[in-house]
């Protein structure tokens, strides 16, 4: 159910990045449209005609497009925190239950919103679709930090956050199934908002926050989850988040310089390679739809080898937790950097380009056994306010990327396009770098409320002293200089 969860958040989030090729009618003149590295439409290569967009009735420039497509990630910022303050405190089921609720409303709204006011309804409609989904990922953290104990986390988490690629493949895959052969793009939205509230109803009824709240679960799983799982049986204890040692952890700043990346790199393939599809290769719509889902595809499928390799290697004592993090987290980044530039020299050697965007996805697969689980190393007590202020902060990727690239692509030219991936790529190499330097694999200090407790007075989160260093302050502050 995790990984449904997953799956609709992301159906719902990408849909639009399909629709609007269909969505938008390019009134510019074939001057202007002129490109001397333009490759061949596939339908006149085919059969000689152009490819018509029966239902293409907004006139929007490219910037205008990435200002709508970056209009979810506003929203999905501003929940971030909120959302996993309230996985914490009320617990992960409900949080993000009616989260993804609210965005299958609004998903089943769009049309009739986009038709009655234009672009800057849609713009803010997205923005609430995102307030929506910001507590997803916070939410699921909490759930997988009750549940899911540490030598499983690498496994566990490719498969609930694998999700996303099938959310990927799934929503570009049956979008370009509905538009096909002139099909009205309303019919997306209505089609997955549907499947989102259907979604709701069997997470409602199947699922809870945490084992002791479980009603079906045995006395044996139970025991074993308790004993083996930190933040298992806390139910009821909800101490202050340390938010000032949080922000002064070192760690934490390599782990948001290294989403920070990825969500640049990831978001530029979610919501533009559709329209790199459709307008530098000039696909048409249904084969944009099949060819955008492969990349997905190889990229969910690779998560399950390297979270295997990577739980193998540290439950058999081969490296360390923060060796397989750096290591997978650098797979994840570097391989695609140099995947998607290749993909931009290829032209319009169509399979080059197209296996080279296979082969950055894939690799960029190593991700969820990388850096996307290293919350649950550094703060499994903390786990989603911890994942709330990374992924908050690093969706300032999400609203920048499709912006940037509609500037940086005014055309839509092949060239122009070449920009947009270097970019991509100078953000993706660079971050990683940090990451590897500073990362780490163990729990924080801040975080072992168990055995360091709070000292008295200590407002900012637990605190270990040695007994030397407590005589050496009672010392201090009664000669007035206490730290």
């Known amino acids: 159910?995790?990984?449904?969860?997953?799956?609709?958040?992301?159906?719902?989030?990408?849909?639009?990045?399909?629709?609007?090729?269909?969505?938008?009618?390019?009134?510019?003149?074939?001057?202007?449209?002129?490109?001397?590295?333009?490759?061949?439409?596939?339908?006149?290569?085919?059969?000689?005609?152009?490819?018509?967009k029966p239902h293409a009735i907004f006139d929007w420039s490219e910037s205008t497009q990435g200002l709508i497509l970056s209009g979810f990630y506003y929203g999905y910022a501003i929940t971030h925190v909120p959302g996993g303050y309230l996985a914490e405190k009320y617990g992960g089921k409900w949080t993000l239950?009616?989260?993804?609720?609210?965005?299958?409303?609004?998903?089943?709204?769009?049309?009739?919103?986009?038709?009655?006011?234009?672009?800057?309804?849609l713009f803010i409609l997205r923005i609430l679709q995102g307030m929506g989904e910001g507590p997803t990922m916070p939410a699921l953290m909490i759930v997988l930090a009750r549940w899911v104990p540490p030598h499983e986390r690498s496994r566990q988490g490719a498969v609930v956050f694998g999700g996303a690629q099938i959310g990927n493949i799934f929503g570009s895959f049956m979008s370009g199934v509905l538009m096909a052969g002139g099909g009205d793009w309303a019919n997306v939205f209505y089609f997955f908002g549907c499947f989102g509230i259907l979604w709701f109803i069997f997470w409602s009824i199947f699922c809870y926050s945490t084992p002791n709240t479980h009603p079906f679960i045995s006395d044996e799983e139970l025991k074993y989850l308790n004993e083996t799982v930190t933040s298992a049986d806390m139910t009821s204890v909800r101490d202050p988040v340390p938010w000032k040692a949080i922000v002064r952890s070192v760690p934490v700043w390599a782990l948001l310089f290294a989403a920070v990346g990825h969500d640049w790199g990831y978001y530029t393939m979610v919501t533009d390679l559709p329209k790199y599809m459709t307008d530098v290769l000039k696909f048409n719509i249904a084969t944009t739809g099949t060819l955008t889902a492969i990349p997905y595809l190889a990229m969910w499928i690779s998560a399950f080898f390297f979270g295997w390799v990577c739980d193998i290697c540290v439950k058999r004592n081969w490296h360390s937790i923060r060796t397989g993090r750096i290591i997978h987290t650098t797979i994840a980044a570097t391989g695609p950097a140099i995947c998607i530039i290749l993909a931009s020299y290829a032209g319009c050697d169509r399979f080059a380009a197209v296996g080279y965007f296979i082969a950055s996805m894939a690799l960029m697969g190593g991700f969820y056994s990388g850096m996307k689980v290293?919350?649950?190393?550094?703060?499994?007590?903390?786990?989603?306010?911890?994942?709330?202020?990374?992924?908050g902060t690093s969706t300032i990727s999400g609203i920048i990327t499709p912006y940037l690239i509609g500037l940086l692509t005014p055309d839509s030219t092949l060239v122009q396009w070449r920009v947009a991936f270097w970019v991509c790529f100078a953000v993706l190499v660079g971050t990683n770098v940090i990451y590897c330097i500073w990362a780490d694999g163990k729990q924080q200090w801040w975080d072992?409320?168990?055995?360091?407790?709070?000292?008295?007075?200590?407002?900012?989160?637990?605190?270990?002293?040695?007994?030397?260093?407590?005589?050496?302050?009672?010392?201090?502050?009664?000669?007035?200089?206490?730290l």
Request: proline share 5%; with cysteine; net charge negative.
């Open 1 to 52: 159910m995790g990984l449904l969860a997953v799956c609709n958040a992301y159906t719902m989030r990408v849909c639009l990045n399909l629709a609007v090729t269909q969505m938008v009618n390019n009134t510019k003149s074939e001057l202007e449209k002129f490109d001397p590295d333009a490759c061949p439409d596939e339908s006149q290569i085919l059969n000689g005609t152009v490819a018509l």
């Open 374 to 391: 290293n919350a649950l190393d550094l703060a499994p007590n903390y786990a989603g306010s911890l994942t709330a202020m990374i992924n």
């Open 97 to 121: 239950g009616i989260g993804l609720l609210s965005t299958a409303i609004f998903t089943l709204m769009t049309p009739v919103v986009v038709k009655a006011g234009g672009a800057t309804w």
């Open 448 to 482: 072992d409320v168990r055995q360091y407790g709070y000292p008295t007075g200590w407002k900012h989160g637990p605190l270990k002293m040695a007994d030397s260093d407590t005589e050496k302050n009672k010392k201090k502050e009664a000669e007035g200089t206490a």
